[in-house]
């Protein structure tokens, strides 16, 4: 669905910005790349958004589906530090609060992603 969409697209532009890293892997210069991809006026917006998630998809041999679950981090009891999701996931569920919604305006989030749409 487009709200669905919207939701993965604003993930993993957050995800660039939060996780780009400088040494070598699958993270490496992906904020550098959001910023190459989104100003390559040869294609449409929505072009240059989809080609972007797809790399990041690729570079994390992950799916859309994949990438917004939380089920196989929950079930990783490993300890290390490259290993955190279910540490992040217990932090934002029970600290921070998990639900991402958007304020209606000047936020990457569409306000279409509501505590409804949750």
Same mark, same amino acid.
């Given at each position: 669905?487009?709200? @669905?969409?919207?939701?993965?697209?604003?993930?993993?532009?957050?995800? $660039?910005?939060?996780? +780009?890293?400088?040494? $070598? @892997?699958?993270?490496? #210069?992906? *904020?550098? =790349?959001? !910023? =190459?991809?989104?100003? /390559?006026?040869?294609?449409?917006?929505?072009?240059?958004?989809? *080609?972007?998630?797809?790399?990041?998809? &690729?570079?994390? /041999?992950?799916? !859309?589906?994949?990438? %917004?679950? &939380?089920?196989? $981090?929950? *079930?990783? +009891? &490993?300890?290390?530090?490259?290993?955190?999701?279910?540490?992040?996931?217990?932090?934002?569920? %029970? =600290?921070? @609060?998990?639900?991402? &919604?958007?304020?209606? %305006? @000047?936020?990457?989030?569409?306000?279409?992603?509501?505590?409804?749409? #949750?």
């Amino acid at each position: 669905n487009n709200v @669905g969409f919207l939701y993965v697209l604003a993930d993993a532009v957050s995800y $660039a910005i939060q996780y +780009t890293s400088e040494r $070598a @892997g699958p993270r490496y #210069h992906l *904020k550098e =790349e959001l !910023c =190459e991809d989104m100003e /390559n006026t040869d294609m449409e917006l929505v072009d240059r958004a989809v *080609k972007f998630v797809n790399s990041i998809f &690729t570079k994390l /041999n992950t799916t !859309c589906a994949d990438f %917004t679950t &939380t089920e196989d $981090a929950l *079930k990783d +009891t &490993t300890v290390s530090a490259s290993v955190n999701q279910r540490q992040w996931y217990y932090q934002s569920c %029970t =600290e921070f @609060g998990y639900f991402q &919604t958007a304020p209606p %305006t @000047g936020s990457l989030r569409s306000p279409l992603i509501n505590l409804k749409y #949750h």
